[in-house]
């Protein structure tokens, strides 16, 4: 059963701020939500995750709702090496990492 | 973040050889890795996760026998593919994680494309 449902792709102007939105509304107290990209041919890379409070580092922000139902993640402003599979993952914090169908970010020049 | 660097990148063996693929965590030590497989325009699917010092714990429907892996120390672990065929040709990532520590991110290797001809 998937934990998480997000938007099979997306499109974002180059230089604009791309939203993923993820739904995660069976979310339990302890788990977090989890944010990875994968570039093509590449190993995945960690973003950024939260619990409940929003989170901004060098890469983005996560937004989680009140509720923790949903959450989006925010590239403030989006370059062409932004063009990636993103992975919003729910999970305890010591748990494996189980992927997703993610959404394809395109990032439009 | 953390460095998890994978070797070799990409490797072609023949049928029925076997091909070792190892995963190191240069900055950190690892209590716990993690092997994946990806087939081409499919998400990771996870195959093991292994921690330091004890027996991997396969996923279901993954031959423990096929694939060995071993984790010797925090810093290495090691998937071995016995007897490949070409139908074990994929890109196979290792993760690492230092579970029970304060930040418990997981950190990906670059991933090795393996072809079996």
């Known amino acids: 059963d998937a934990k998480t449902t997000q938007p099979p792709s997306m499109d974002c102007a180059e230089g604009r701020a791309a939203n993923l939105p993820c739904n995660h509304s069976t979310i339990s107290g302890n788990e977090y939500v989890y944010w990875y990209r994968q570039i093509h041919s590449q190993g995945p890379q960690y973003i950024i995750h939260?619990?409940?409070n929003n989170e901004t580092n060098e890469m983005a922000s996560l937004i989680i709702t009140e509720d923790r139902k949903s959450s989006t993640l925010i590239l403030p402003h989006a370059t062409l090496r932004d063009t990636a599979v993103y992975y919003c993952?729910?999970?305890?914090?010591?748990?494996?990492?189980?992927f997703g169908k993610g959404t394809r970010l395109h990032i439009l020049p | 973040g953390a460095v998890v660097s994978q070797h070799p990148s990409w490797v072609i063996c023949k049928s029925g050889t076997s091909v070792k693929i190892e995963c190191r965590s240069l900055d950190f030590q690892a209590t716990t890795m993690f092997w994946y497989r990806q087939f081409p325009k499919q998400s990771l699917m996870l195959m093991a996760t292994s921690n330091e010092g004890s027996k991997a714990t396969y996923e279901q429907g993954v031959e423990k026998d096929k694939f060995l892996i071993n984790h010797a120390s925090l810093t290495l672990s090691t998937l071995t593919v016995t007897s490949a065929h070409p139908e074990d040709s994929s890109f196979y990532i290792c993760s690492a994680s230092a579970f029970g520590q304060e930040n418990t991110e997981a950190f990906f290797g670059q991933g090795t494309r393996l072809t079996v001809v």
């Open positions: 939260g619990l409940k």
């Open positions: 993952i729910v999970k305890n914090r010591d748990d494996k990492i189980i």
